[in-house]
């Protein structure tokens, strides 16, 4: 599952989040949503972070609630849940908020209570007092009073999250933020223990969110609560921090899909093996001969994935030996190809991987269509007629894939091409992806 959930009430706002994830290496993508929650959940299995954005800052706030609690309910579970406000408090900042506690809280059965992080350092934003401060000003006292849409009349970060809302908070000042460890774990504690919603933490620098995010982690590990990030985007990555989000991340698998069976791939595949640390999978055996059983070999083909080890590469081989070697007609070679296309697509629905390689041009075809790949947008060849690049359109735009011939390159082709689609995969895997769904009536709440 997604490790970490944002909902965001702007795409800005949204893509500056997902980006301090990505540079702590986890995987994110940016949602964008026009009522249609479908699409996080689409993309719940193979993100680390989900941000996922409503557009609703200058919604109605009766909207912007329901659009919050619906993108909360189809990114769930997550171990951490997050409303993304805007730095200068702008928007719906509190109905927002509420409505991502009240639905966290129904999914997961227990209590949940917002650690209110609204500073932004490096952005120029800080917290002193429970107010909020643009390069050490009042927001009041800024241009922000005469914003056209979202004019700002308060610094209070307790009177913003407090409009329209029920919501209850508790400070805790920057001279408690400053003291000791411990005495900043019991006003914490002491916060949570007085039955608040939100507490609001003051901060001038990144140590000061570091700090209140391990207190708050200290205090969750012996309250039976679950903490909900409220900022604009550091606060959540330092409980991330806090939580031990960050030192679990996985290095996820390489797939390769070979469905050639010439010598040259043989000999390739088996140089591959031997020189990189391979995972091996073999088609599970259909009543049609040399076709695979798809369902039984995307079983196999999911447990592979899920316990390959960081770096490792996870390959299905219809041919690895000669022992191997079937007379396939033109009819069954074409079941072939469709056959795994098919166990491609489903392996990737269920599992993750990083990047994707395949041999032989009608596998290659095959697993395109399967997955809804339009094409492949060229990076440039690894070896002569063996191309690097990455998947446009479908649910999979923008995987990296290497694509090589059954009869191409010399006997450390397949090393190289691995080689080269790790480390575009490792590239990759700092970007933020953006995503947008087609337009649909189909609306949920």
């Known amino acids: 599952m997604a490790k970490i959930l944002v909902v965001a009430d702007d795409l800005t706002g949204a893509n500056a989040s997902a980006a301090g994830f990505a540079r702590a290496d986890l995987h994110a993508v940016t949602v964008g949503l026009d009522q249609s929650w479908d699409v996080i959940t689409e993309f719940h299995g193979r993100y680390d972070v989900i941000v996922a954005t409503t557009e609703t800052r200058h919604a109605d706030p009766a909207h912007a609630a329901l659009a919050v609690a619906g993108a909360v309910r189809a ?37 949940v209570v917002g650690l209110c992080l609204a500073a932004h350092p490096d952005a120029g934003r800080q917290t002193v007092d429970g107010t909020q401060l643009l390069n050490g000003v009042r927001l009041e006292d800024t241009e922000l009073a005469h914003d056209a849409r979202s004019p700002v009349s308060t610094s209070s970060v307790r009177e913003v999250l407090q409009k329209g809302t029920a919501l209850t908070t508790a400070l805790i000042p920057l001279a408690v933020v400053t003291a000791t460890h411990e005495e900043l774990v019991r006003a914490v504690r002491d916060a949570v223990a007085s039955d608040v919603d939100v507490v609001i933490g003051d901060a001038l620098t990144e140590d000061h969110l570091d700090r209140l995010a391990e207190a708050a982690a200290e205090v969750g590990a012996t309250e039976d609560i679950l903490w909900a990030g409220v900022d604009p985007g550091p606060g959540s990555l330092a409980l991330a921090k806090a939580f031990g989000l960050l030192e679990s991340v996985k290095t996820r698998p390489l797939l390769a899909i070979s469905g050639s069976a010439t010598e040259l791939t043989r000999t390739q595949l088996q140089r591959l093996i031997e020189a990189r640390r391979v995972h091996v999978v073999s088609p599970q055996p259909s009543a049609v001969d040399a076709v695979p059983d798809v369902a039984r070999t995307v079983a196999v083909l999911v447990d592979a994935l899920n316990e390959a080890s960081s770096g490792e590469i996870v390959l299905l081989a219809t041919a690895l030996t000669d022992a191997d070697i079937r007379n396939l007609g033109p009819e069954q070679a074409e079941q072939l190809a469709s056959s795994l296309g098919q166990i491609t ?33 060229i990076e440039g060849e690894i070896v002569p007629l063996a191309v690097a690049g ?4 479908g649910k999979w735009t923008g995987l990296p894939i290497v694509t090589k011939g059954g009869l191409v390159g010399d006997a450390d082709a397949a090393i190289a091409c691995l080689d080269h689609l790790a480390h575009s995969a490792a590239q990759r895997s700092r970007w933020v992806r953006s995503v947008t769904p087609p337009e649909t009536n189909n609306q949920q709440n």
Do not use: C, F, H, M
């Open 75 to 111: 990114g769930w579970p997550a171990e951490l849940v997050s409303s993304r406000i805007d730095t200068t408090l702008r928007g719906n900042v509190g109905v927002a908020t509420e409505a991502l506690l009240r639905t966290t809280a129904e999914l997961s059965g227990r209590r």
């Open 345 to 377: 697509k489903r392996a990737l629905q269920e599992s993750v991987a990083t990047g994707l390689y395949t041999t032989g041009g009608d596998i290659t075809a095959a697993v395109l269509n399967e997955i809804g790949g339009q094409g492949i947008e």
């Open 390 to 393: 990455e998947v446009v359109g």
